[in-house]
């Protein structure tokens, strides 16, 4: 079991930076994919990121590359998405999820391939004004 809990959302205007935290505890996410979503108001959750563990190597969509970047630090248990240059159709909340039990990105083409995730946090609001 592990608990993930997500942090760093707020209101920012347009172009500005917000990093989220996804802390996790119950077990170490050393060894499994962590991804980010999100779901914007009256649309589908969409996936914006993932990193494989222990590789490290990750994926991102095409709507935030580039300006999105994915990052862990073991020793505190956390995955970290810096966002840079947000826009208004960045708003929604975002939620990080594992598994624990794959190790790479279940991602192909810029996307998820599923959704399914057993562990998901509460989610973080991110706004961005115009």
């Known amino acids: 079991q592990v608990q993930l809990v997500e942090s760093g959302g707020g209101l920012v205007p347009s172009g500005g930076s917000l990093r989220l935290s996804c802390a996790a505890s119950?077990?170490?996410?050393?060894?499994?994919?962590i991804g980010w979503f999100r779901q914007a108001p009256g649309k589908e959750r969409e996936g914006v990121s993932c990193i494989s563990n222990p590789d490290g190597s990750t994926h991102y969509a095409d709507s935030v590359k580039g300006r999105f970047t994915l990052s862990r630090d073991s020793a505190k248990n956390t995955v970290y998405l810096e966002m840079n240059d947000l826009k208004p159709e960045d708003t929604a909340v975002y939620y990080c999820?594992?598994?624990?039990?794959?190790?790479?990105?279940?991602?192909?083409?810029?996307?998820?391939?599923?959704?399914?995730?057993?562990?998901w946090g509460q989610g973080t609001q991110v706004t961005v004004s115009s």
């Open positions: 999820a594992t598994d624990m039990k794959s190790h790479y990105c279940p991602w192909a083409a810029g996307k998820p391939l599923r959704y399914d995730y057993d562990f």
């Open positions: 119950g077990s170490s996410l050393d060894w499994y994919a």
